[in-house]
């Protein structure tokens, strides 16, 4: 409505200004308060339909259609004439100019306005449908609420009743309960676990059809396509590297007959053969080692203390029915305010649980649960995680390249109870330098050469662990050893005969390390970290 009568308005304005300038110029001195209503409003919004005036140009002018002094109450009075020659004399060319710059606003400005302004309430509107339609609806209910339940006309024995109860027996009124405005804050945690619940419903929802859809099916042929380019350029590859080992050696080869010259000419040279003027100089020349060229400099590893928590704030608790208290992304950190935040409290019982430390939070934030959970004890929670890595080699035992960086293989295991692969690694039982999980792929026998082995490793990562496991009182805090093998050595031969799974459930593979690697990202910033560190390909 208030776009109609914005535009009301506005043509009102241009109506009776065309209308007075109009009988300004045309008509002079009328003093019938009818007629120059009629000139000036009647007569205007009639042009805006075509109903223009016969007289306003001077062509139809004619003296029998008006009153030439006024007096004929049903004819208008005649616009200034020459008296001897009953002609117009008012100017037609302005009158005429008003006119079409009249047409050309109202017509076709102010209709378009018009038009446009619907358009944008449309659009408003239109944005706003839902949240309109949810208000009322919720005044509907409260109609609803506040009134008797018999519709009309029954709704007559609904008022007798009434007032039989209030005149005739006596009986107080009952206030009817008013709808809450504000809910309180367990009721509040359990609306907000609802949304959460239908949020992540939503989204499998919307994944299961985004696998379905034709774009996605391109895009998974798309990527069997990169897979095929890979293979042959892996097979490029192969036949690269079997050159470049011969140069490796042919260069050696060189070195050596260097080294040896060199001496010879020192030999013969110390005996008294030949004048030291007369002697060449050889200066002995060095292997030049093949270094891989940094094309994109080093890329630093993403620093997990940054980013808030991702895992550790999951809906479902691992392994039990307990739900997290939902904690959006700002809400995370200790010093926001969270006033509606009660967490459910959840230790998992145990015997020779370690002592508690309720004071202890954690240092990334909030994850929606109180407790020790599945954890051993309150606060930090040590674990190790091993990152064995080897270089890939082709069937000709050249290393495998990919972007002039060669291309490394990490071990992995997957444990029984869980569908992701994860790194060999987790907590130490007392006085034991070997985490359980890898002891569980490991032969007995061959534990003492690999902490050996483990005591010559290079830390990679030390610090918090973003794991599902996570409360605000117990976290996972994690060191992460590199265990590499440069070349195909006896102890690589010897861990690859050694691998063994005492649970048939238990798989273990070399998995290449690239950013595809299906691990979760704690783990995939842990590999990056190793790649930087040896130039490998990630």
Same mark, same amino acid.
């Given at each position: ?23 300004? /110029?045309?008509?002079?001195? $009328? ?13 205007? *919004? ?21 009153? !030439?002094? =006024? ?34 606003? &109202?017509?076709?400005?102010?209709? #378009?306005?018009? /038009? ?34 018999? !519709? ?28 809450? #405005?504000?809910? @309180?804050?367990?009721? +509040? ?10 949020? $992540? ?65 020192? &030999? ?50 691992? #392994?039990? !029915? ?7 992304? @700002? ?47 309150? =606060? ?28 490394? @293989? ?13 790194? !060999?690694?987790?907590?130490? +039982?007392?006085?034991? &330098? ?10 007995? $026998?061959?534990?003492?050469?690999? $902490? ?8 990679? *990562? ?10 605000? #009182?117990?976290? /996972? ?52 970290? &190793?790649?930087?560190?040896? =130039?490998?390909? *990630?």
């Amino acid at each position: 409505m208030k776009d109609v009568f914005f535009f009301l308005f506005l043509l009102a304005v241009w109506v009776v200004s065309f209308g007075v300038a109009k009988q300004a /110029i045309l008509i002079h001195n $009328e003093n019938r308060v009818d007629w120059i209503f009629r000139g000036v409003v009647y007569q205007s *919004y009639l042009t805006i339909f075509g109903q223009i005036p016969a007289y306003i140009d001077g062509v139809d002018f004619s003296l029998d259609r008006c009153s !030439p002094n =006024g007096t004929d109450p049903y004819k208008p009075k005649c616009p200034e004439s020459d008296a001897t020659r009953h002609q117009p004399i008012f100017p037609e060319w302005l009158t005429v100019t008003l006119l079409c710059l009249y047409l050309l606003f &109202t017509n076709i400005l102010l209709l #378009n306005l018009l /038009i446009a302004m619907f358009n944008y309430t449309f659009e408003q509107v239109q944005e706003h449908t839902d949240q309109i339609w949810k208000f009322q609806r919720h005044g509907l209910i409260e109609e609803y609420q506040g009134r008797p339940p018999a !519709p009309p006309p029954f709704i007559l024995l609904s008022h007798l009743q009434l007032f039989i109860k209030r005149v005739v027996l006596k009986i107080p009124a009952r206030r009817h309960k008013q709808l809450k #405005n504000k809910l @309180e804050k367990n009721e +509040e945690a359990v609306l907000l676990s609802w949304e959460m619940y239908l949020k $992540e419903s939503y989204l499998q929802s919307q994944q299961d059809q985004q696998r379905q859809r034709p774009e996605r099916k391109m895009e998974d042929i798309s990527h069997r396509v990169d897979t095929m380019v890979d293979l042959l350029e892996m097979d490029r590859l192969k036949q690269s590297g079997f050159m470049e080992q011969r140069l490796s050696s042919l260069e050696e080869q060189v070195a050596q007959t260097a080294r040896a010259l060199h001496w010879i000419v020192k &030999t013969l040279r110390d005996g008294g053969l030949g004048s030291g003027e007369d002697a060449p100089t050889l200066a002995p020349q060095k292997a030049s080692e093949m270094q891989d060229q940094e094309l994109d400099g080093r890329q630093e590893a993403e620093d997990l203390s940054q980013a808030p928590h991702v895992n550790a704030r999951h809906l479902f608790y691992p #392994n039990s !029915p307990v739900l997290r208290f939902p904690v959006p992304d @700002e809400k995370v950190p200790w010093e926001t305010e969270f006033l509606i935040y009660d967490p459910p409290f959840y230790t998992e019982e145990r015997k020779g649980q370690a002592s508690v430390d309720p004071v202890a939070k954690n240092p990334k934030g909030r994850t929606g649960l109180r407790g020790c959970g599945s954890l051993s004890c309150f =606060g930090p929670n040590h674990t190790l995680q091993l990152v064995v890595t080897r270089w890939k080699r082709n069937q000709d035992g050249a290393i495998c390249r990919k972007s002039i960086k060669k291309v490394l @293989e990490v071990l992995l295991v997957k444990q029984p109870l869980s569908e992701h692969w994860a790194l !060999p690694g987790g907590s130490q +039982e007392p006085g034991e &330098t070997l985490p359980r999980n890898l002891k569980q792929i490991l032969r007995r $026998e061959f534990w003492p050469p690999f $902490e050996n082995l483990l005591r010559q490793g290079t830390e990679v *990562y030390k610090g918090y662990m973003d794991d599902p496991r996570n409360t605000d #009182n117990a976290w /996972i805090e994690t060191v992460a050893i590199s265990v590499h093998f440069p070349d195909q050595s006896d102890e690589l031969k010897r861990l690859n005969s050694h691998l063994h799974t005492c649970d048939p459930r238990v798989a273990v593979r070399w998995q290449v390390v690239d950013r595809r690697i299906p691990l979760s990202t704690t783990y995939k910033t842990i590999l990056q970290k &190793t790649a930087t560190l040896y =130039g490998a390909y *990630y």
